[in-house]
């Protein structure tokens, strides 16, 4: 069965590339992924901040935007590198290259985040899974980086997708099953439900994504 929406017939990606600051200094310099890394803005730019993390230092619990010393009141061997920031706009350059072999509807959301809407490629490259998993596997092969791809019948559920497995993965949500899906998901898995959101929610006794589709307006 072709992965799209029979309804509204349409196909879209979200390829999100993973800690993608971190990643990209991990690749450029091979040791340090041996050891938990986190991109670090000066105190004096972004206030001494993470900007990024990579997988070892995340199982720390560290956590990107929190002061440094936290970071390393969590993890004592953590290594603080400053941003390159010219490197990250090019690898995010390079993969908006690649996604444009396969549709030229890009949207970009952020320097690490894009929606394709790959409806109109599907007679030349197959279903969005298809593309999806080539994208993924050239994006490795290619760059020496990951992403996670979420494909679905729409750019909320696309989003939603990609979150749901990291790093390196991909999620498909059809509308044919979505709700089997989405419905026990966290409220705060929505794009645009923040921390303050969350909490107002949560007070109205709304903790899922069906108890806030089904709750009044």
Request: net charge negative.
């Given at each position: 069965?072709?992965?799209?929406?029979?309804?509204?017939?349409?196909?879209?990606?979200?390829v999100?590339?993973n800690?993608?600051?971190?990643?990209?200094?991990?690749?450029?310099?091979?040791?340090?992924?041996?050891f938990?890394?986190?991109?670090?803005g000066?105190?004096?730019?972004?206030h001494?901040?993470?900007?990024?993390?990579?997988?070892?230092?995340?199982?720390?619990?560290?956590?990107?935007?929190e002061?440094?010393?936290?970071?390393?009141?969590?993890?004592?061997?953590?290594?603080?590198?400053s941003?390159?920031?010219?490197e990250y706009?090019?690898?995010s350059?390079l993969?908006?290259?690649?996604?444009?072999?396969?549709?030229?509807?890009i949207e970009?959301?952020g320097?690490?985040?894009?929606?394709?809407?790959v409806?109109?490629?599907?007679?030349?490259?197959?279903d969005?899974?298809?593309?999806?998993?080539?994208?993924?596997?050239?994006?490795?092969?290619?760059?020496?980086?990951?992403v996670?791809?979420?494909?679905?019948f729409?750019?909320?559920?696309?989003?939603?997708?990609?979150?749901?497995?990291?790093?390196?993965?991909l999620?498909?949500?059809?509308?044919?099953?979505?709700?089997?899906?989405?419905d026990?998901?966290?409220?705060?898995?929505?794009?645009?439900?923040g921390?303050?959101?969350?909490?107002i929610?949560?007070?109205h006794?709304?903790y899922?994504?069906?108890?806030?589709a089904?709750?009044?307006?």
């Amino acid at each position: 069965m072709e992965n799209t929406d029979k309804r509204f017939g349409r196909t879209i990606l979200h390829v999100d590339m993973n800690n993608f600051f971190a990643s990209v200094e991990c690749m450029l310099n091979p040791d340090l992924k041996n050891f938990p890394v986190a991109v670090c803005g000066s105190t004096e730019d972004r206030h001494g901040i993470v900007l990024a993390k990579n997988d070892k230092a995340k199982s720390f619990g560290v956590l990107t935007a929190e002061p440094i010393w936290q970071a390393q009141k969590k993890c004592r061997n953590l290594v603080t590198i400053s941003p390159h920031h010219d490197e990250y706009l090019k690898y995010s350059k390079l993969a908006v290259e690649i996604y444009r072999e396969y549709t030229d509807q890009i949207e970009p959301f952020g320097i690490d985040e894009c929606w394709l809407d790959v409806t109109g490629s599907r007679l030349l490259f197959g279903d969005g899974v298809k593309i999806g998993e080539e994208i993924r596997r050239r994006i490795r092969t290619e760059l020496g980086l990951t992403v996670s791809i979420g494909v679905s019948f729409n750019k909320t559920f696309a989003k939603i997708g990609s979150d749901m497995k990291k790093p390196d993965a991909l999620t498909y949500i059809p509308y044919e099953s979505f709700h089997s899906i989405i419905d026990g998901l966290p409220a705060d898995c929505l794009p645009g439900v923040g921390e303050k959101t969350s909490a107002i929610l949560k007070s109205h006794g709304i903790y899922t994504l069906a108890a806030l589709a089904g709750a009044p307006d």
